[in-house]
């Protein structure tokens, strides 16, 4: 099968399609036929030789794919899948290529009437979404939860569920244009960051009280600002590190809010937990994909052979919602 490595420590052109061994299933595992895969900051990470792949997994980068059964390990059963049918999958690596295996607690069907390019957007930002504003932070209906990156591919899931779930969605980007989809996508309070200050806005959109829950993307940086927007009882959960991973916090600032700091990662999750997860979201966002009021929002996709020109294209920054290459 044709793979995607990494040749060195590098930008976009270290990445190089080789031919491979094709994976085997091991014992809970399923063989997957991949149609297209998701781009996520963690592989640019991992390109630049920052995030190495956890121990026993895949050095070819890859969070999130679908395609079709291509084989059961043992111990799964054929009530879970059938060769040839349509699935997703949460993996730890190995989603660049054509064939990959996965943990079959981490697969779900394609929500019925979604194509099966478009689904390889959907394992890693509704996972990542689901798990850590719902079931980490608990957001409640009504709550106000300001979301930073809301163009990205976490932003642009998180708007929609947190609509979706009937909590009020104010999102911060670099551009009109970006906050412009942000707003399309349901986001109320939109913050343009490099203009405006967004611990002033969004106190002016919530009366002073400010956020109930952030969903943090930048870490250090915020850090101080995240804890001031944050409204007494707040939850702020910081999942990506963009600004940094150390910075001073003013404790007396979080003891007078009775405010929270959650700090998370996906993919070092143990199988059983990332399993938890995805049977999670499929029970609770697959059927707001099947009835259309939420949408993975794809900006391009690139074949294998372009994975070069893909991962420029993304450490760009202009896209808004995924990027996917396709293998097939
Ligand atoms: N912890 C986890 O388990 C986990 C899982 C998945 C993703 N993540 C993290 O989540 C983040 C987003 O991932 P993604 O796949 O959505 O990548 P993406 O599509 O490239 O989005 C990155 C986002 O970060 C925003 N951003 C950058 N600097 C900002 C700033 N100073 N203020 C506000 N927003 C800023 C960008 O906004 P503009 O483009 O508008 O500038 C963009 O929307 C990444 O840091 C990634 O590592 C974490």
């Known amino acids: 099968m044709k793979a995607v490595y990494i040749r060195e420590s590098g930008g976009p052109e270290v990445l190089e ?9 091991g014992p809970g595992e399923v063989l997957i036929d991949v149609v297209a895969a998701g781009l996520n900051r963690a592989d640019v990470q991992q390109r630049r030789g920052l995030y190495p792949p956890p121990d026993g997994i895949s050095e070819v980068p890859g969070l999130e794919v679908s395609g079709t059964v291509a084989a059961l390990g043992p111990e799964v059963g054929e009530s879970d899948f059938a060769v040839g049918d349509a699935v997703v ?6 989603g660049y290529a054509e064939q990959v295996v996965a943990p079959v607690g981490q697969v779900l069907a394609v929500p019925e009437g979604m194509d099966i390019t478009t689904a390889a957007a959907l394992p890693e930002v509704t996972a990542t979404v689901f798990s850590n504003l719902f079931i980490s932070a608990a957001v409640r209906p009504g709550e106000t939860v300001l979301i ?35 707003g399309i996508l349901g986001a109320e309070t939109m913050i343009n960051y490099r203009s405006h200050d967004f611990v002033e806005e969004i106190r002016n959109a919530t009366d002073g009280r400010g956020a109930d829950v952030i969903l943090d993307v930048v870490g250090a940086k915020y850090l101080d600002q995240n804890v001031d927007a944050l409204a007494v009882a707040g939850r702020l959960v910081v999942i990506g590190l963009q600004g940094g991973t150390k910075a001073e916090l003013n404790l007396g600032k979080l003891m007078s809010k009775r405010a929270a700091i959650i700090g998370t990662t996906l993919r070092a999750r143990p199988v059983e937990e990332k399993s938890t997860i995805m049977q999670a979201v499929g029970e609770h966002v697959w059927p707001l994909i099947r009835s259309g009021k939420v949408r993975p929002q794809v900006d391009r996709t690139y074949p294998l052979e372009d994975v070069v020109t893909a991962h420029d294209y993304f450490d760009s920054g202009e896209h808004t919602g995924k990027v996917l290459i396709t293998m097939q």
């Open 17 to 25: 399609v080789r031919e491979a061994d094709a994976p085997q299933p």
């Open 89 to 94: 999958a949460l993996l730890a690596g190995g």
């Open 148 to 182: 930073h990156g809301g163009a990205g591919g976490i932003g642009t899931m998180a708007v929609q569920l947190v609509r979706a779930f009937e909590a009020h969605a104010a999102v911060t980007a670099g551009s009109t244009e970006k906050l412009e989809v942000a």
